[in-house]
C-alpha cells in the first residue's frame, strides 16, 4: 500500500528556514517523481517542486526558485525539502505526493497517495 507521511512543519518567522520530510512506503523510491504541492486556505492547490528520485533532477515553481531545495534519500525512502528566507505567502499545508505518470508534471490531477499534509505558518 503506497502511502506517504509529511512532517517538518512549523511556525516559523520571515526570512527563517524550515526542513519538511516525506516518508514513503509500500513502494520503491528510486525509479519515481514525487513532488511538494501546497494549498492555502482559499486557494487551489500548487505544485511547488518536483525531484526525480532516479537522476535526482529537480524542477521549482517560480515563486519558490532559489530559497527551496528538493533532495532525496532512496535508502531513506524520504524526500525533503528545504525551505529558506521564508514569506508570510509561503503559509499553506504542504503535502507530497507520486506522479502517476512517472515524470513531473504540474497538475494535482496527475499524483496520487497524497499524505495528510504539514502545516508551515510564516509569521511574525
Known amino acids: 500500500q503506497v502511502r506517504f507521511v509529511e512532517s517538518g512543519g512549523g511556525l516559523v518567522q520571515p526570512g527563517g528556514s524550515l526542513r519538511l520530510l516525506c516518508a514513503a512506503s509500500?513502494?520503491?523510491?528510486?525509479?519515481?517523481?514525487i513532488a511538494w504541492f501546497r494549498q492555502a486556505p482559499g486557494k487551489e492547490r500548487e505544485w511547488v517542486s518536483c525531484i526525480n528520485t532516479r537522476t535526482e533532477t529537480t524542477f521549482y515553481a517560480d515563486s519558490v526558485k532559489g530559497r527551496f531545495t528538493s533532495s532525496r534519500d532512496n535508502v531513506k525512502k524520504t524526500v525533503y525539502l528545504q525551505m529558506t528566507s521564508l514569506k508570510p505567502e509561503d503559509t499553506a499545508v504542504y503535502y507530497c505526493a507520486r506522479n502517476t505518470l512517472g515524470g513531473c508534471s504540474r497538475s494535482p490531477l496527475n499524483y496520487d497517495n497524497w499524505g495528510q499534509g504539514t502545516q508551515v505558518t510564516v509569521s511574525s
Open positions: 509500500g513502494f520503491t523510491l528510486d525509479y519515481s517523481a
